[in-house]
Structures are given as structure tokens and as C-alpha cells.
């Protein structure tokens, strides 16, 4: 009898100290991965959609409406990439302390210097992005610009953990910085190349690393290359003198593989975020991933 | 730095070796000669020497000009990497989210709609097929924002063929319910079964299933009371209730002192796999209460109580649950409806059933293709009843669909539909060519 109270009361602790966590709802893995880093074991994080999937193009789904309720805090990209589904959660997920413009609503695009801000709207230049590009998780130095604020967003919410969710962005913070001044040496034999890309998802990594962007397989943001359009871009390709065609991890190779095989440019699959690839296990994983496999091609020519 | 030291030193030199051609006459010109060469050299030496201090010193200023061309640069690249000063998340300044979706269609129907009948069945007013020819299909404006802290509000008025304008939902929603509860007013399209509560534009083929259109009159909205229950749970446990005016077909003229209708229902669903990598699915039950007090159509007459109950299900599917290039989408309701009361002043006590099951494939970006089949059927009336609009006469209402659609984005469809309809004894085979394409606001959709 007495096991079984002592059993029961573990429990009931066991219950309530996770009844403690801070839920995340993560919109996509990167900012799971970086909810994660910060929170350690205090929060407990969700992760509405995998690597494997167009962020652009995810479906209201019964279960994220039911994480969303649960959630304390919802971190996602914004910069519009989550319009097409995040709308619905956040109306029928019945969570105010979740809704925007509430500290449980956190949009880590404000966090950074969004880049290719439209200079005209018009739905005829494909699916663009009012604010910018939001692929912004391509560039470690967006990670830690939103981390900093991501931790001080933890904190105001959950201010029993603030010194936990200090001291393990600091943490982080100062391992991403010993990983940033180790990729810019490993990606120095990168820069001033050029690469074509099949969406335009890439531009912050590009900036990054100092490489061009010299072609796009889409003709428009989101629309899908035809034939016909493909056979102007490989005309195109030798000109430009483009090493590599970068597509990401949720895409489908069909266009990258087919222009390649035409070209003998070598296609580039990259993990685009956490979890895109096997190797891209975390953050800092995943840059390296990134960065092997750009590597990887450059040494082809 | 370097030419000005280079030309002293050449100077010197010179001047050191112009002394040798001199042939010295006596030692006194000689003793001067020396003594001016020496004068000379200290103060050339004294020259050089401050040349080189002056040189030291602008080495320093160029290295401190570095450091400070340094140090701008890198406040320059902190800043550029710093946060702009954006406004808030809001949908666009104060102005409502406005969405513009405009619909079409161009028909081939053998049987004249006008005069379409499902037997066993008295049917409402936009109980029908789609128009021959080309027609305006539903055309609507959708103007929606937070009202404030605690509402949401949003109005859509769409437009007909025969030009009027109707308002087919405005409502405020609450955003800030504890416990989970929303609570919704105004005029709405019911929570219950899948297909009632999505806007017709976002359905999978041109025209409803046959059961909406024999049971609900399309689609069953009405001015009302709506509230919603999210259970706390990793699975999606959703529980309503709601009441309306009962304005709305299979109820009518406010039966009950303006509340003549009302409903439950509960939904669940969940992923299959993490990331919904196996894919997803919702079902659900519910039921509509709905009371007609002299509900006329044609000629005949009904006064009593409807009772509906729909069973329905959706299931999704995509590789790795990307729903970007290819996916399956499986969805079925079934239906049963109990009518009692007096139909044409004679015992009505009818009972009616029907059902649809579809699938959607979207076989590559772009491309979708669906099958559906749907089937209406009523029991036979009370003997008074036989030969009435409510006797099937041995009929059952069958229809079979195939579509076809192409998008040219996110925002625009167009649509080829054949229907095989068997609602009547003679087959009438349909082609409907359909667009639908949505303007402004990048309206979201519900599962």
C-alpha cells in the first residue's frame, strides 16, 4: 500500500513538474532546435513541421491546432511564410496567450535584417514576401541575432527560468561563435562563386559565405519551371560560369537533377534546416553539413 | 614615406662626394672647405633625422586611420545587422485583410437545371446543379480583422449571376476565451460535418456532394450563436453547440420564436507520425435540429421537426507530408435525416440517408485529379404520402464525378468536372469548365 502511494506521489510530481515546462510550438525545426538550446530540459518543444516539408505549404492540421492550444509560446520565422496556415492555428486554437502582438507570439524575422524586400507587390512576380525573404535560418548570423531575443522572450514569460535561459543562450551563443570564425576559414575557398539556385531560399546563406546568386530555376518565387524554361536556363548556365545548382532537402530534384544532367553542373541537395540531411542533427550541425557538402561540389571543376 | 627618405639620402651623397674634385690649393681653403662640408652634414643629419620623425609620426596617423576605418566598418556591419524598426504582427496597418475570390463557370448539362429534382426529396431553393452555359459562379469579397484585444471580425458578401449581392457570413469571433472556449456570433456557416463550414471555393470539385444538396440546401449557415470547446489534449478533441434564428432551409420563417435551429457536434483528429508523416485525419459526428413551421416549396407544405446526424472523415496524405508537389486527400460523409410532422397536412414521418466519398491526387506541382461518388436515398413515406414529392417512386439519386484541375499558383484554378448524374430516372451527363482564382488578402485555409 505504502509502495503504491510513493509510487502514485512520484507521479504526481513527475506530472506537475512537467506540467512546469514551457510548451514551444515551433513552426519550423530550426527555431525547435534553437528552443531547444535555450531551454534545455525547462521547456518542451513541438515541432509543427520537418525539414522534409515546403514551410510554405503546410496544412492546418487537426494535431497543430491542438498543440497550439497547449503552447506558452509560438516561435516561428514570419516575414509571411507561415500566412497560408498559421491564420487557422492561431483562430481555431483557442490560446490567447499565443495570439500576436502577445509575448507567447514571438517572430524571430523581426529579430534580423530581412533581405530582397520587394520594391513593387504584385502576385504576377510569383509568391513574394512583403517583408523580405524569410528564409532567414540559412545564415548562422540570423540564429544568434534571434536567439538573443528569443531568450529574453523565454525569460519575460517564464521569468523562474530567466537565469537558465541566459546562461544557456550565452552558452550557445559562444559555441555558434567559435563554429561562425571556424566556417569562415573552412569557406573561404567558396567565396566569390557563383551557384544557381531552384527557389530562391538561399540568399542569406549566400550572403553569407560571399557567393552569387547567378540564376534562379524558377521562373517566378513558387512557380515551377517548365521544360521550355529549363532549356533557356541551361543555355544560360556555362555563361554565367555557375559551379553548382542548390536545391533544398523538402524539394523535389526534378528540375535541379534535370539541368545538371544537361549541364554536368553538379546538383547540391542541402539541408536547408535542422534535420534537412542525417548529418544536420543541430545547428551547428547543420551549417556544417552545409558547408561539407558546398565544399564537397567546389572541388568538382 | 619611403621616395622622400630615398631622395635625402641621395642629396647626401652628393653632397659628401662633391668635396673630391676639389684640389685643395692651401690648407687654410682646405680647413674652410672641411668645416662648411661638416656644417653641412650636421645640418643635413639634423634635416634627415626630423624627416624621419615626421615620418614616424604619419605612420602612426595611417595606423590609427586604419583602426578607425576599422572600427566604422564594423559598427557599420553591426548595424546593418540589427533589427529595422518594424511595426507590429498585424494583417496590414488598421484596414481589414481584404480577399477578393472570383468564380466561373461554363456548363454542358443535358437536363435543364431549372426543373431538377431528387426523388423523395423536397428540396431547397439552391438545391440545383450548376448553370448551363457560361455563368457567374459565387463571387465574394471577404474583408476580416482583430476587432480589438478580445474579437475578430469578418464579413463576406458574395455575388450570384442573377446580381445579388447576399451576405453569406458576418461575425465576430472571441480571441481571448479562457479554457479553450470561442465563442461565435452574427451569420456563420454551421460547424457540422467537413464540407458545411469551408467556403464552396475551396471544395475539391465544382458543385456539392448530392446529400448538401438534398439535406442542407448546398451548405446550412444562418444568424446565430456559435461556441466551441478545444479539449486540453495532444489529440484534436473539439466539442459545439450552437443555436440559430432557423431562417434557413430545412427550418424556415423563424420557426420557435426565432430560434428554430440548432446543433452539436465534436470533432477529433491527429498526425500520424511525427510531423504528420504518415498523414492526418479528423472525423466526426453531429447533429442538426431544425424546426419548419409552414416551409412552403412548390406546393407543398411542411410543419414539424427535422432531424440530421452526419458522420464524417477526411484523411491526408503526402510523401514525407510535404503537400507541396504530391499529395491524397480521402474524404466521406454519410448522412441521415429524420423528418416528422405533417406534410401537406397528412402524417410525415420520412427518413432519408445519402453519403459521398471522394479522393483527391495531386499528382505532380500543380496538377490535381479527383473521383467522387455520391448517393441520396429516401425510405418510402406513409401510404398517404405515395405519389407526393416525398415518395422516391422506387428511385435512388447516384451521381459520379471526375475532375481535373490545374493551378496556375497558389491563387488561381481552373477546373474541368464530368458528372455521370443519376438523380432522376434518366442519366444526364455533365461537363462543367471552372474557374476560381483569389485576389489581395492570401486567405488561409481550414483543414
Not at chain 2, 477529433?268 to 409552414?294: C, F, H, P, Q, Y
Amino acid at each position: 500500500m505504502r509502495n503504491i502511494l510513493v509510487a502514485a506521489g512520484l507521479l504526481l510530481l513527475a506530472a506537475t513538474g512537467r506540467a512546469h515546462a514551457l510548451d514551444v510550438f515551433a513552426c519550423e525545426p530550426e527555431w525547435a532546435a534553437l528552443a531547444s538550446e535555450i531551454g534545455g530540459d525547462a521547456v518542451d518543444v513541438f515541432t509543427a513541421t520537418t525539414a522534409r516539408q515546403d514551410p510554405h505549404q503546410i496544412q492546418a492540421r487537426p494535431a497543430l491546432i491542438s498543440r497550439l492550444r497547449a503552447a506558452d509560446l509560438v516561435v516561428c520565422t514570419g516575414a509571411e511564410l507561415e500566412v497560408g496556415w498559421m491564420p487557422v492555428l492561431l483562430r481555431q486554437g483557442a490560446n490567447s496567450k499565443v495570439q500576436p502582438g502577445s509575448p507567447g507570439y514571438f517572430e524571430a524575422a523581426h529579430s534580423v535584417h530581412l533581405l530582397e524586400v520587394p520594391t513593387r507587390l504584385d502576385r504576377a512576380d510569383g509568391d513574394v514576401h512583403a517583408a523580405g525573404n524569410p528564409h532567414i535560418q540559412t545564415d548562422p548570423a540570423n540564429i544568434r541575432a534571434a536567439g538573443i531575443a528569443l531568450a529574453q522572450r523565454m525569460a519575460e514569460i517564464d521569468p523562474g527560468h530567466a537565469a537558465t535561459y541566459r546562461d544557456r543562450e550565452l552558452a550557445f551563443r559562444t559555441r555558434l561563435d567559435a563554429a561562425m570564425a571556424r566556417w569562415k576559414t573552412e569557406a573561404a575557398p567558396l567565396k566569390g562563386m557563383a551557384v544557381a539556385v531552384q527557389h530562391r531560399s538561399w540568399i542569406y546563406l549566400l550572403n553569407w559565405l560571399g557567393m552569387t546568386e547567378a540564376v534562379t530555376l524558377e521562373p517566378k518565387p513558387g512557380v515551377p519551371p517548365s521544360a521550355g524554361y529549363l532549356a533557356g536556363v541551361i543555355d544560360d548556365l556555362p555563361k554565367k560560369n555557375v559551379r553548382m545548382i542548390l536545391y533544398a532537402a523538402y524539394q523535389d530534384p526534378k528540375p535541379s537533377e534535370f539541368v545538371a544532367a544537361k549541364t554536368g553542373i553538379p546538383a547540391v541537395e542541402l539541408p536547408f534546416t535542422v534535420g534537412g540531411t542525417d548529418q544536420a542533427a543541430d545547428l551547428i550541425a547543420f551549417y556544417d553539413d552545409t558547408i561539407k557538402r558546398l565544399l564537397a561540389h567546389a572541388d568538382h571543376h | 614615406m619611403r621616395q622622400t627618405r630615398t631622395i635625402s639620402a641621395a642629396a647626401l651623397m652628393a653632397l659628401l662626394a662633391a668635396p673630391t674634385p676639389v684640389f685643395a690649393a692651401d690648407d687654410a681653403a682646405l680647413q674652410a672647405v672641411r668645416q662648411e662640408v661638416a656644417r653641412m652634414r650636421a645640418d643635413y643629419e639634423a634635416r634627415i633625422q626630423d624627416l624621419e620623425k615626421r615620418l614616424a609620426q604619419t605612420e602612426t596617423a595611417t595606423n590609427q586611420a586604419a583602426t578607425t576605418a576599422d572600427e566604422a566598418k564594423k559598427t557599420a556591419e553591426e548595424a546593418a545587422s540589427k533589427p529595422d524598426a518594424k511595426p507590429a504582427e498585424s494583417n496590414n496597418a488598421f484596414n481589414p485583410a481584404i480577399g477578393v475570390v472570383l468564380n466561373g463557370t461554363a456548363a454542358t448539362l443535358h437536363r435543364d437545371p431549372s426543373v431538377y429534382k431528387i426523388p423523395g426529396f423536397s428540396l431547397g431553393s439552391s438545391a440545383k446543379p450548376v448553370d448551363r452555359g457560361f455563368a457567374l459562379g459565387e463571387s465574394e469579397i471577404n474583408m476580416s480583422a482583430n476587432v480589438d484585444q478580445a474579437l475578430y471580425g469578418n464579413l463576406t458578401v458574395s455575388y450570384a449571376r442573377d446580381n445579388t449581392a447576399s451576405v453569406e457570413e458576418a461575425f465576430i469571433q472571441s480571441t481571448t476565451l479562457p479554457g479553450g472556449f470561442t465563442l461565435k456570433g452574427g451569420r456563420f456557416k454551421s460547424g457540422i460535418g467537413t464540407l458545411n463550414e469551408q467556403h464552396a471555393h475551396t471544395w475539391d470539385f465544382a458543385d456539392a456532394p448530392l446529400p448538401y444538396l438534398a439535406m442542407l440546401n448546398q451548405q446550412y449557415g444562418d444568424d446565430g450563436a456559435q461556441v466551441r470547446w478545444l479539449a486540453p489534449t495532444k489529440m484534436f478533441i473539439e466539442l459545439g453547440g450552437e443555436g440559430f434564428r432557423g431562417d434557413a432551409y430545412p427550418a424556415n420563417g423563424s420557426a420557435n420564436k426565432g430560434v428554430g435551429a440548432k446543433s452539436v457536434f465534436a470533432h477529433m483528429g491527429d498526425d500520424i507520425g511525427k510531423g504528420g508523416e504518415g498523414g492526418s485525419w479528423r472525423v466526426g459526428v453531429s447533429e442538426l435540429w431544425t424546426r419548419a413551421s409552414n416551409r412552403t416549396i412548390g406546393n407543398d407544405t411542411f410543419y414539424g421537426d427535422d432531424r440530421l446526424t452526419i458522420v464524417d472523415g477526411v484523411y491526408k496524405w503526402a510523401p514525407n507530408g510535404n503537400f507541396a508537389d504530391r499529395y491524397v486527400k480521402l474524404q466521406g460523409e454519410y448522412f441521415y435525416r429524420a423528418e416528422n410532422g405533417r406534410f401537406n397536412d397528412l402524417t410525415d414521418s420520412t427518413r432519408q440517408q445519402g453519403f459521398y466519398t471522394q479522393a483527391v491526387w495531386q499528382f505532380m506541382p500543380q496538377w490535381r485529379t479527383g473521383l467522387r461518388y455520391d448517393r441520396v436515398w429516401a425510405a418510402n413515406p406513409n401510404a398517404a404520402l405515395a405519389l407526393s414529392t416525398l415518395d422516391p417512386q422506387g428511385q435512388v439519386a447516384s451521381r459520379q464525378s471526375v475532375m481535373v484541375d490545374y493551378s496556375t499558383s497558389e491563387f488561381g484554378r481552373f477546373r474541368l468536372q464530368g458528372n455521370l448524374d443519376h438523380s432522376t430516372t434518366k442519366l444526364d451527363p455533365q461537363l462543367i469548365l471552372q474557374y476560381t482564382v483569389s485576389l489581395g488578402a492570401h486567405g488561409a485555409h481550414a483543414y
